[in-house]
Structures are given as structure tokens and as C-alpha cells.
């Protein structure tokens, strides 16, 4: 981020995936967050929840899968882990209006072959790992 640090200046939003490396070090997260509240940046979803902790957040938008059979013909998945890694941050120029996470049933469970770890079809997998943060912006 520090590389690219003039270019903020430019920019009103930076949204994605913020998972750092394959353990989520929270630690360098936090960095992340600390970064770009410094510079003026606001998660909107800490906007929405001032009262969970940056790396803490109660909500998921992660799922992690894991195969756990799997032939020819067949492939089960299993949920077995879940974080919050999907972040929106607004510049001061946003407002932010609404925020609200996509429902996990319908993202990551409908079409998948598993529900509260039990199969229910053959392998078709969910829309996605991931539900996403859906935000209503405007300018200021």
C-alpha cells in the first residue's frame, strides 16, 4: 500500500478480498486498516458495526470449503471455517447509506451439496465461497 500511496489521493474506494496470506494473520490486516484510516479511508462495514473490531467481526463473508468425497460421478463439500475477509473502504467524499452482507444460504449453500454437514445433491457447487458486502454509496 505504502508503495502506491500518492495514488489515494485519487481514489474513492478500494473493495475486495483482504485476506493476506493462507492464515489470515490478523496482525497485518490490521495494518492494512490502520493504513487507510489514516488517510481518511472508512470500512463501511465498521461503519455499519462500530462495534465489532477490525479482524473480530461477527459476520462472515468467507466460507472456507474442503472436499471431503469425491469420485466419478460425485463430490461433497463440507464448510469447515469461516472469517470475514471481504471489506469496502470509502473515501470522505462517500456517503455511505446501506450496508448488509448477501444471505449465506443463498450464496454459499444453494446449489451446494451440503447443509449443516449433511449431502443433499450430487456435486453442483454454491455460487461462490464468499457472500458478498453490498453497499449503497453517494457522493458528497
Known sequence: MTKNEQFLDHINVIAGDLNIDRKFQANKTDEIYEFLRLKG???AYHHTYPNEKY???ENKTYYL???S???QNHAFVKYNGSTHLDYMFLS???IIENVEL???T???FEGSE???NKPITEASPGRSDHVPLIVDIKYK
Request: charged residues 40%; glycine residues 8%.
Open 102 to 104: 448477501g444471505s449465506k
Open 114 to 116: 451440503w447443509i449443516n
Open 92 to 94: 470522505e467524499k462517500i
Open 41 to 43: 479511508f472508512v470500512s
Open 55 to 57: 479482524g473480530k467481526e
Open 106 to 108: 443463498q450464496w454459499i
Open 65 to 67: 470449503k474442503k472436499t
Open 69 to 71: 468425497y469425491k469420485d
